[in-house]
């Protein structure tokens, strides 16, 4: 509700009038009639169904701070649905409307500023749990009389603990001081602040906002030097802010404090901090040029932050994309200048077909033997697989008509990934049995992902799991039940390029046919086969009508087969002396011969990996990484052959990674919200978000070119 003049609140507060309104509530002038003096009264409205226990606990944890430089919450209560707190009301100028007056401001007053602030922060940051105020922008930062800075609006402050995530409840953001984490899913922190307090610095300092962190992320927008808007400022006050600013918050300062002592230590005694009664009436003082000699910024430790492991297996899904956010320094006027831009492998464009290769049946031929190290012991006993399988069908599959559609992006907002849509499995149609479904992921106006025209693909009876699209994204293969006596899963393809087709059963082995992933140039289907009389997994190709089908695999437990974008390689997991890992073979060979994907260590540096995906540009090779029942998702530069591998998700429960077709983005499923979930994040990790966000199984998803 939006409170009126004299409203009467707890028969005690009665409203003056609004102070601030904004998308998480509003902020009201109102007076305590039992003190008898002004105060501040903060509504939050509540997006989620965050519970009043969890609102009254965090607003306690407020209330027992006390600094100098901090409102005191002095209240707190619910009506309704909605969140009240009162606190101290500073009768102050802000920050932002000094800006808007003065433009750039000057650094002795800055830094004066900075020293109480960070010292705010740090006592925040330093209580148990942490408190993050998360909406740190000039605005927000009140002067009093005696020109002290106060941070203000606590309404969207939350206690960090080990397993939070930006809650849904207090997803307040302002562009261009927020840090990436704070748009999707991603832990908020301490690091979060860091990042909202330096673009305040950035902007007291130049006079202008700084870039929104998202545009950065995404390659659209570059931070512009300090030096360049303000030529005056220190160097190294100029590399502290900046490096603070980092899009990775791994890549800031471990704490406030190493943060500002990066910047006074740089100020070495040529740029004083006047005391509060001189800045009182300090008007517009000239800004001290810099004598301060050039020097390098140490990197400081990083910050240890928990990180999640992972969690059961899938059989991994199609199409590729990759890792754009490469760290680059740039020298501007003797400072240094931290931004991450795209790197690009350029994919080279080969289309030569596949050797064909005999049909070698099962059990029926001498096994040819692998090129694996003689020490190592190969497994020949079957293990069961962690990927969802469709329950038994009896029937012949009827496509409906409904699964006759176009999917192309739509005009309302920007599509995210450089392809059309994303499939996936789910069981939102009648709440049981796992259809194909599609959606759009796009940006919104205000930058945040979302996911836009959820379409039902198949409805006929039987589940279906594991999507991939044909790469002129015109087909899309899945697994289903087949039509044999057995009821043995087995390779579907359904056209939607033809209106009314139906789906065709191409594999039609015994056993269970699994892991269907498309060869680049579309003639071929790589796919996984447990049809052995040992239930060894195996790989398989056909053509892409079901036709010229034959084996690979020979001895040992292959599969999850994955294509590198020129074909000359298909890397798939090996299960040998019980460890998976990353084999691959090689084109000119037909695909013949294995060899080990990472031939530094017996059985590769990338511990034990579930499933492989390469990017389109052929970059960077993202797979999950196996700990017991953890599983997360990692990424490395394909050419380093299992070094310099790098974690990007960041819980426990995440699997299935699926490259956009631009290679910027990694679509995945994540169960760290309880149930199966569509997760996007950047090709480094960034702006995780639940693109599916409800109760039920949603998983497995696959790009479409």
């Avoid at 606990?57 to 600094?67: D, K, S, V």
């Avoid at 006050?237 to 190493?258: C, K, L, N, Y």
């Avoid at 260590?601 to 993202?622: L, W, Y």
Wanted: aromatic share 10%; proline share 7%; charged share 20%.
């Amino acid at each position: 509700m939006e409170l009126t003049p004299d409203t009467m609140l707890q028969n005690r507060y009665r409203i003056i009038r609004q102070l601030g309104k904004g998308g998480m509530g509003e902020v009201y002038l109102a007076f305590d009639t039992s003190l008898e003096h002004e105060v501040a009264v903060k509504l939050n409205r509540s997006q989620s169904k965050q519970s009043s226990t969890q609102f009254i606990n965090e607003a306690r944890l407020l209330a027992n701070l006390h600094h100098p430089n901090l409102p005191r919450v002095t209240d707190y209560f619910l009506m309704g649905e909605e969140q009240f707190l009162v606190m101290d009301f500073i009768a102050g100028e802000d920050l932002g409307s000094l800006i808007e007056k003065q433009g750039a401001l000057p650094l002795d007053r800055v830094m004066y500023w900075a020293e109480q602030l960070s010292s705010a922060l740090s006592y925040m940051h330093r209580q148990t749990p942490p408190v993050i105020h998360r909406d740190i922008k000039p605005q927000n930062i009140k002067l009093t009389a005696d020109g002290e800075p106060i941070l203000v609006d606590f309404g969207i402050a939350k206690a960090a603990e080990t397993s939070q995530m930006t809650a849904t409840g207090a997803i307040g953001y302002t562009p261009g001081y927020a840090p990436p984490e704070q748009y999707g899913s991603t832990r908020t922190g301490p690091y979060t602040d860091q990042y909202a307090f330096a673009a305040t610095l950035y902007a007291l300092l130049t006079g202008q906002r700084p870039v929104d962190s998202v545009q950065r992320v995404l390659g659209k927008e570059v931070l512009t030097p300090l030096n360049l808007l303000n030529p005056t400022i220190p160097a190294q006050i100029q590399a502290a802010i900046e490096h603070a600013m980092s899009i990775r918050p791994e890549d800031r300062f471990a704490s406030v404090d190493d943060f500002l002592g990066a910047m006074t230590g740089a100020m070495n005694d040529n740029v004083p901090r006047q005391a509060p009664t001189q800045l009182a009436n300090a008007g517009s003082a000239t800004i001290p040029s810099s004598s301060t000699a050039e020097t390098v910024l140490r990197p400081q430790a990083k910050q240890e932050k928990p990180g999640p492991r992972y969690l059961s297996g899938c059989s991994y899904i199609l199409l590729v994309v990759a890792f754009f956010i490469a760290g680059a320094a740039l020298l501007g006027g003797g400072a240094l200048f931290f931004f991450w831009q795209s790197t690009r492998v350029a994919t080279a464009n080969t289309a030569t077909a596949l050797a064909a290769a005999q049909l070698i049946p099962d059990d029926a031929a001498t096994p040819r033997p692998a090129t694996a190290t003689a020490s190592l012991e190969f497994t020949k006993t079957a293990t069961a697989t962690s990927t969802t399988m469709p329950a038994t069908q009896t029937s012949t599959p009827t496509i409906s008509p409904t699964a006759t559609v176009t999917l192309e992006p739509t005009a309302t907002s920007a599509p995210a990934g450089g392809g059309k849509a994303i499939a996936f499995v789910s069981d939102r149609g009648d709440g049981k049995t796992l259809q194909i479904w599609s959606f759009k992921p796009v940006l919104d106006a205000s930058g945040k992902l979302v996911a836009s025209d959820f379409i039902q693909l198949t409805s006929d009876p039987g589940d279906k799991t594991q999507p991939a699209w044909s790469p002129d994204g015109k087909k899309i293969a899945y697994v289903t039940t087949g039509n044999s006596k057995t009821n043995a899963l087995d390779i579907w393809v359904l056209d939607f390029s033809t209106p009314g087709s139906q789906p065709i059963d191409l594999s039609k082995l015994g056993g269970d046919d699994s892991d269907p992933a498309w060869s680049p140039d579309g003639k071929w289907i790589a796919f996984t086969n447990n049809g052995r009389s040992d239930g060894i997994r195996q790989i398989y190709l056909m053509n892409a009508d079901g036709t010229n089908l034959h084996r690979l695999s020979y001895d040992f437990e292959e599969y999850t087969p994955a294509w590198y974008p020129d074909m000359e390689w298909l890397v798939y997991v090996i299960h040998a002396s019980d460890n998976a890992y990353l084999y691959m073979r090689n084109k000119v060979e037909g695909y013949a011969t294995p060899q080990a994907y990472d031939a530094a260590e017996i059985f590769g540096r990338f511990g034990q990996v579930k499933s492989a995906v390469i990017s389109p540009d052929g970059s960077t090779i993202a797979y999950v990484r196996v700990d017991g029942s953890s599983q997360h998702i990692f990424s490395a530069p394909w050419k380093s052959r299992g070094a310099n591998s790098s974690q990007l998700s960041t819980t426990n429960k995440d699997y299935c990674p699926v490259w956009s077709p631009d290679s910027q983005w990694i679509a995945f499923t994540s169960e760290r919200d309880g149930d199966q979930e569509i997760y996007i994040m950047t090709n480094a990790g960034l702006l995780q978000t639940n693109l599916t966000n409800r109760p039920g199984r949603d998983l497995q998803p696959a790009w479409q070119p």
